[in-house]
């Protein structure tokens, strides 16, 4: 049986002189061995040091319309303040990729394609439909610091950091079936205004929102990486078994 096809958008990072386009392999391997998918690495679409913008070339309608899902990754960069109102700063860039994923996003909801977010990409996800950001969360009185030590290995820095409330009646309540659960926390920017038209999933101790989905599309989003050993962990492993089978659904409809 033929296999449905999930794009992920790559990061441009800079291994000594030279720009490259890439993904990381925990991605890789959940979007194969959780969603039992064929991972299709989109290069970031804008202007490059040895990149004409792709944009000029290439239409996101020919691609989305050869893919069954969208897997929105999270990144060490963080989304350009410009793209929602906000202050620039110090920190970690990728303009090469929100110049892919923002145009992506809106073309997914057009064509309804399965759309699954987790860390920057939720991020992006909430910034592309009309929200904002906390640059910094742990600058903001009342909320916690929930970036990861980066002195600790990696099985520390994505451990379980903090609990989250998971809200009645949604979507993730019925994947995971419990109230609470304890989940990684690795990152530095954080919802603010959460986008008109979401439903919030997810909420932690200190009130910042670590889950939402879009009603009448098949779209979640998530804060935490539960791609992290995912098939060691049932609370992340239902979300990508829900992915599988939302990609497999609109395969076959493509295929009616």
Request: proline share 6%; net charge negative; hydrophobic share 40%.
């Amino acid at each position: 049986m033929p296999k449905p096809i999930v794009l992920i958008p790559s990061d441009v990072r800079q291994v000594g002189i030279h720009p490259f386009h890439c993904v990381g392999e925990k991605y890789i391997n959940a979007v194969v061995h959780g969603a039992d998918a064929i991972p299709f690495v989109m290069p970031a679409w804008g202007q490059g040091k040895d990149l004409t913008p792709i944009g000029n070339t290439l239409q996101l309608d020919d691609i989305l319309d050869r893919v069954d899902g969208v897997f929105l990754t999270g990144s060490p960069s963080n989304v350009h303040p410009d793209r929602y109102g906000g202050e620039l700063r110090e920190m970690m860039l990728d303009v090469q990729r929100d110049d892919l994923t923002f145009p992506l996003i809106d073309k997914c909801l057009e064509k309804a394609i399965p759309l699954f977010a987790v860390c920057r990409g939720f991020q992006e996800l909430n910034v592309a439909l009309g929200g904002t950001l906390h640059p910094a969360v742990h600058e903001v009185e009342g909320y916690g610091d929930h970036r990861e030590d980066t002195t600790q290995s990696r099985e520390n820095q994505y451990a379980a950091s903090h609990r989250v409330s998971v809200q009645s009646g949604g979507l993730l309540k019925n994947l995971i079936g419990a109230e609470t659960l304890e989940v990684n926390s690795l990152h530095g920017q954080g919802i603010r205004d959460l986008a008109p038209g979401l439903h919030i999933e997810a909420v932690a101790d200190d009130g910042l929102i670590e889950a939402f989905s879009l009603p009448g599309q098949d779209v979640l989003g998530v804060q935490w990486h539960p791609e992290w050993k995912f098939s060691d962990n049932q609370h992340y492993r239902v979300l990508f078994d829900w992915f599988k089978e939302r990609i497999k659904a609109n395969m076959n409809k493509g295929a009616c």
